[in-house]
């Protein structure tokens, strides 16, 4: 299963994290645009993270060199969404043949859009606990090692769900830890 990852899962952290990392294990494949990586940049460097996410991005290259789709003109121009913006990131979907659309953004994808050409909108808590009923063994292996480099870096990881729910994966929090 393909599927592209807008700007707005790749920033913040922890959520790139865990999604990369179920990827990382072969639950699906990513892809991103260059454009894409281009947002999360500037997104990482308006908080002061600039070296950070530049360090990021060529890891994650590195890692998925088969992932960057570069979205042809024509496709872009045959597009039209409620934010011209988002263009790209259709565009990227369809010329990279993802399955999925995996965002925070849903209103800005309508589904009907999406449908025209296969792709299925997706929030990343959803997707995630879709994949924690199938491979809930690799969503654990996965956290564990996210909480750990979290740690590592001086986030307070002694309430795991809280900080899922933080990363706007309050199912998947509530799936992993119900008391």
Request: hydrophobic content about 45%.
């Amino acid at each position: 299963m393909k599927v592209l990852i807008d700007a707005c899962v790749l920033y913040p952290t922890v959520l790139r994290e865990i999604v990369i990392g179920v990827a990382r294990r072969g639950l699906f494949t990513p892809l991103w645009s260059p454009r894409i990586l281009e947002e999360w940049r500037r997104g990482a460097e308006r908080r002061g993270e600039n070296g950070i996410a530049e360090v990021e991005i060529a890891s994650l290259i590195a890692m998925f060199p088969d992932a960057l789709v570069h979205p042809a003109e024509e496709t872009e121009a045959r597009l039209s969404l409620p934010d011209s913006d988002d263009i790209h990131v259709l565009a990227a979907s369809i010329d990279g043949r993802a399955d999925e659309l995996l965002t925070l953004n849903l209103k800005d994808f309508p589904t009907r859009t999406l449908a025209r050409d296969g792709i299925q909108l997706r929030a990343p808590d959803s997707f995630l606990l879709e994949l924690f009923h199938n491979e809930p063994n690799v969503l654990r292996e996965v956290l564990e090692a996210v909480l750990s480099k979290a740690e590592h870096h001086g986030i307070d990881t002694s309430n795991p769900r809280a900080l899922l729910k933080r990363a706007r994966l309050p199912r998947l929090g509530k799936a992993l830890y119900a008391s």
